[in-house]
């Protein structure tokens, strides 16, 4: 009897663990994600991804930001500012970039910034008793109405309902704002009384299993924790977070990159930076250079807002410089997306976050356990930190090897920024041109994995086979002695492998192609296959 009571309470823990484990982020939510809040009109929608892809910069979503509806939140398109959306959609759909919409779980009777005031379902949400508190009005910062009552099932029921006015093909999802906490600390719900705080995980959960359940790729992009209230949507129930609302100064930056690791200790798996913040302070070329490169190391790099969304936002407003470091870090972090999945995935499996091993005081932090950056939040490019306190690790731009915890000491142009890589490293990556150096436009369409010889490297990675939440495990294995390579995948793929670090190469069989840089003692394997074996000499 005791042991079943000990086999009981074991399935429980383990069930009350794997519940608060993040979800798994879409492969394609990691991409550049942009917006404005200046003009807020299909115009300025469209003119900004033009204006990206003009400066060959990727971008793989774009937020609709208020005011979109004909009032808030019903749901309706505002012909005005954008008319035939559905040819928008379409436009954008043809450019891969998809779209999320902001929303709040408020329905409004009076309005500051729409065509219309009262909401065309603000009555029947009233007679049904939908809303929080007694469905009673509060202001709130769009106006006056009713918070829905997302403890209500029959509230939630009729609130997808609406959602599916809008949800159509090529938008994937939502940006949850939070509303909900102008409507009191202590709300009425049908569950009684209870905490704002504690009311929130309802409205988070109830528009992440929607979203998700009509579209497996969609996501809700929604506040993890917040200097303005706290923890917002529950960990198991965010696809991307971002923490917003900051000024884009260096004192901007400097909150921001607080509530990201915050976020992360939580065990938020996936939160991104809002570069260049969003309203107060605009950002100067050096602060918008510093954020997009400390953006890069963030599951998202999320650029707009109101301090300057068609000015000091755009990195080409500034000059090509800026054009061609924001670029690069654009670029790098794209070529890291699978990296950044297969953590994500692991967190999911085991608990955790993207982001580890956080530090406030020096403002640093590793993605994943193979790359370590600092953030840069001063005039002053002398930084001085600490690199984590195991392994041996080696400086990305240089290639300099560093030892365990050492004190680093550096003056960092503007075209660099403090990031390493952890000997031993194994990290897949998408490559499809020569931007960072890494590899070039050969290896697109590959599974393209970088190594960093450290004894023997060992790692199951976990790959996206696509953008959605699928994936496939890739067992891989290089002993650096033996110069043995092995894979073991679920499907057969192409692969190239960069091995960085090797002293010298007479042969390698095992491949299709094989090029060795004497220079760089950098090794280029192309080789096809499900279980592949390679032998280096």
């Not at 209230?229 to 198991?236: H, K, L, M, V």
């Not at 915050?262 to 605009?282: L, P, Q």
Request: charged residues 25%; glycine residues 8%.
């Amino acid at each position: 009897m005791k042991k079943l009571f000990f086999i009981c309470f074991a399935v429980l823990c383990f069930h009350y663990v794997s519940a608060q484990n993040p979800p798994i982020t879409p492969a394609w939510a990691f991409e550049h994600i942009v917006w404005e809040d200046s003009l807020n009109t299909r115009a300025g929608a469209t003119k900004l991804i033009d204006l990206y892809f003009e400066h060959k910069i990727p971008v793989g979503g774009i937020i609709i930001d208020s005011p979109w509806t004909t009032t808030y939140n019903d749901f309706n398109w505002d012909q005005a500012k954008y008319p035939n959306h559905q040819e928008m959609i379409s436009y954008f759909k043809q450019k891969d970039v998809k779209i999320i919409l902001w929303m709040t779980g408020a329905v409004n009777y009076k309005c500051l910034d729409t065509p219309q005031q009262k909401s065309e379902s603000y009555d029947e949400a009233v007679a049904n008793k939908l809303g929080i508190n007694d469905t009673k009005p509060t202001p709130w910062w769009k106006g006056e109405g009713i918070f829905i009552d997302f403890t209500n099932p029959k509230a939630v029921e009729w609130w997808h309902t609406q959602l599916d006015k809008v949800f159509v093909d090529g938008v994937y999802g939502w940006k949850v704002d939070n509303a909900d906490s102008y409507f009191g600390n202590i709300v009425k719900t049908s569950k009684g009384e209870m905490s704002n705080e504690q009311f929130r995980p309802y409205y988070y959960s109830a528009m992440y299993d929607y979203t998700t359940k009509r579209n497996p790729k969609g996501i809700i992009l929604s506040r993890p924790y917040s200097f303005q209230g706290g923890y917002y949507a529950n960990t198991e129930k965010m696809s991307l977070g971002w923490c917003g609302d900051f000024d884009g100064d260096w004192k901007g930056l400097k909150m921001q990159i607080k509530d990201i690791y915050i976020s992360a200790k939580r065990g938020y798996g996936a939160v991104g930076c809002e570069v260049g913040g969003f309203w107060g302070r605009r950002s100067t070329k050096q602060q918008l250079i510093r954020y997009a490169q400390f953006g890069s190391m963030n599951a998202t790099m999320i650029n707009g807002g109101m301090n300057g969304a068609f000015t000091n936002h755009l990195p080409w407003w500034h000059d090509e410089e800026t054009t061609d470091i924001y670029r690069y870090c654009v670029e790098l972090h794209h070529q890291l997306i699978p990296y950044m999945f297969s953590t994500v995935v692991d967190a999911h499996l085991r608990g955790g976050a993207l982001l580890k091993n956080a530090s406030f005081e020096e403002e640093s932090h590793q993605v994943g356990d193979y790359i370590f950056t600092k953030a840069i939040t001063s005039e002053n490019n002398d930084v001085e930190f600490h690199l984590p306190l195991d392994g041996e690790w080696i400086d990305f731009f240089t290639g300099e090897k560093y030892s365990a915890g050492e004190l680093v000491k550096r003056n960092y142009p503007l075209n660099q920024f403090p990031l390493f890589v952890k000997s031993g490293a194994i990290i897949p990556m998408n490559i499809s041109s020569d931007i960072t150096g890494i590899g070039d436009e050969s290896m697109k369409g590959r599974r393209t994995i970088l190594i960093y010889p450290n004894g023997v490297s060992h790692r199951v990675l976990h790959l996206p086979c696509g953008e959605g939440i699928e994936y496939e495990d890739c067992e891989v294995k290089y002993d650096e002695k033996s110069g043995e390579l092995y894979v073991k995948g679920e499907s057969v793929q192409g692969y190239t492998f960069i091995i960085r670090g090797v002293p010298a190469v007479k042969n390698v069989k095992g491949v299709k192609t094989w090029k060795y840089d004497k220079t760089k003692q950098e090794l280029r394997i192309d080789c096809d296959g499900q279980n592949i074996e390679v032998k280096i000499r």
